[in-house]
């Protein structure tokens, strides 16, 4: 038999509401908001059951990830592909739906089935026109939903979306930066003759992003110096670093052609990293420290420092690594006398939204000059950021032979 539910008066159902998305919520972390949130909206709309399913990364599924009443979809780990099924299509269609009778020709979901539920009403979780997830409720009665049902869930939603979007942002942000910084050493390598120093500051306005640095020591006696930026930020970012920068080291054992190295590394960011871009430059410095080869996918010049002025030096970049199979790639000799010095860095050292990039280069070779690395880095860092916390992610490091 089928039921309607109570409508409620506009007061009560504003009372109602506020039970479900009270301040109280803005203090507890993502999961334990999602399971209180899931509690109230049981009881605001008196359902048996409440799920909320976020899309994947990939944007082509959603991943059951909290349930009250249906905990054993997320205990499964069930995934529904968007456009299929009940929540999948309330993904896809980012509108309500609600389904009287649920049985298996309108649910992907074996867990709805065996647990059960007769009717499901299912909202979509949107932030700045984005479906981020599907929030439902279902019954283990048949119940015919109304539009004040439709009306609050999705309200509820709303606010849920938000409180959501932003703690997983804030997660997001806490494991790339965990994660790029268990990437990035500490403190560089000891090289015999060579003064290594480093900087990395994560960006203020977009996240961490995929910056890096190395330096490492070479079975030939060559020494290896790298520095890159992985287009985009966030943990995919982050990422993708990880991988291409393990990836140029085992390259690196191979040959110490910083050309062939980033040929090698550019096929293999367009084979398992499709969708990634990243600009990089890699240098080898001869085992008698005389000279040093330079290659650049991209990449800002790199700054030679000697007495008595500093410059940019004359390597012409090749296309970034992912930007075009195939891509030819050359390399550049520079002396590397006693006392000279090489400085790289990422563009979020240059680049203002209010200047030219010439601009911001010109007035970084002026403040790099021939010293011993950590001054080199530090001058650099405080002449172009002042006070400012920078917008974008900045690494740079600076080798000086001594």
């Known amino acids: 038999m089928t039921a309607d539910a109570p409508i409620d008066?506009?007061?009560?159902?504003?009372?109602?509401?506020?039970?479900?998305?009270?301040?109280?919520?803005?203090?507890?972390?993502?999961?334990?908001?999602?399971?209180?949130?899931?509690?109230?909206?049981?009881?605001?709309?008196?359902?048996?059951?409440?799920?909320?399913?976020?899309?994947?990364?990939?944007?082509?599924?959603?991943?059951?990830?909290?349930?009250?009443g249906l905990e054993r979809e997320v205990h499964l780990g069930v995934r529904v592909p968007v456009g299929q099924g009940f929540s999948g299509t309330v993904a896809a269609r980012g509108a309500p739906l609600a389904i009287e009778h649920v049985d298996h020709t309108n649910v992907v979901s074996p867990v709805l089935l065996a647990e059960h539920i007769e009717?499901?009403?299912?909202?979509?979780?949107?932030?700045?026109?984005?479906?981020?997830?599907?929030?439902?409720?279902?019954?283990?009665?048949?119940?015919?939903?109304?539009?004040?049902?439709?009306?609050?869930?999705?309200?509820?939603?709303?606010?849920?979306?938000?409180?959501?979007?932003?703690?997983?942002?804030?997660?997001?942000?806490?494991?790339?930066?965990?994660?790029?910084?268990?990437?990035?050493?500490?403190?560089?390598?000891a090289l015999p003759g060579l003064d290594v120093a480093v900087r990395y500051v994560p960006g203020a306005e977009v996240g961490v992003g995929g910056d890096w640095y190395d330096v490492f020591d070479l079975p030939s006696?060559?020494?290896?110096?790298?520095?890159?930026?992985?287009?985009?930020?966030?943990?995919?970012?982050?990422?993708?670093?990880?991988?291409?920068?393990?990836?140029?080291?085992?390259?690196?054992?191979?040959?110490?052609?910083?050309?062939?190295?980033?040929?090698?590394?550019?096929?293999?960011?367009?084979?398992?990293?499709?969708?990634?871009?990243?600009?990089?430059?890699?240098?080898?410095?001869?085992?008698?420290?005389?000279?040093?080869?330079?290659?650049?996918a991209g990449h800002l010049p790199p700054i030679v420092a000697a007495p008595p002025s500093s410059v940019l030096a004359k390597v012409s970049p090749d296309l970034p690594l992912g930007a075009y199979p195939d891509a030819p790639r050359h390399n550049t000799r520079l002396p590397l006398d006693p006392g000279t010095a090489l400085f790289l860095y990422t563009d979020g050292l240059v680049e203002r939204r209010d200047r030219a990039l010439s601009d911001g280069l010109d007035q970084l070779v002026g403040a790099v000059r021939a010293a011993p690395a950590d001054v080199i880095c530090a001058e650099a860092m405080a002449a172009l950021l002042f006070d400012r916390a920078p917008t974008d992610d900045v690494a740079v490091l600076a080798v000086r032979r001594c």
């Open 221 to 296: 006696g060559h020494v290896g110096i790298v520095i890159g930026d992985v287009a985009g930020n966030g943990l995919r970012a982050a990422v993708v670093m990880g991988r291409i920068r393990s990836a140029l080291r085992a390259y690196a054992m191979e040959t110490d052609d910083p050309a062939d190295v980033l040929t090698r590394l550019d096929r293999k960011v367009q084979r398992f990293e499709p969708d990634a871009m990243a600009t990089a430059v890699y240098a080898v410095v001869d085992p008698d420290l005389a000279a040093v080869t330079v290659s650049s």
């Open 119 to 189: 009717s499901v009403l299912g909202v979509p979780m949107v932030v700045s026109g984005r479906v981020i997830g599907v929030l439902y409720v279902g019954t283990h009665t048949r119940r015919r939903f109304t539009a004040d049902d439709v009306e609050l869930l999705q309200l509820v939603a709303d606010r849920a979306s938000l409180a959501t979007q932003a703690r997983m942002s804030r997660l997001d942000r806490a494991a790339a930066l965990a994660l790029q910084r268990s990437l990035l050493p500490a403190r560089p390598q």
């Open 9 to 68: 008066s506009s007061a009560e159902k504003l009372r109602r509401l506020q039970t479900v998305t009270d301040a109280a919520l803005s203090r507890l972390g993502l999961e334990d908001l999602l399971a209180e949130l899931l509690v109230r909206t049981r009881e605001l709309l008196g359902a048996d059951s409440a799920a909320v399913m976020l899309v994947d990364p990939s944007g082509s599924e959603l991943i059951a990830t909290a349930a009250s």
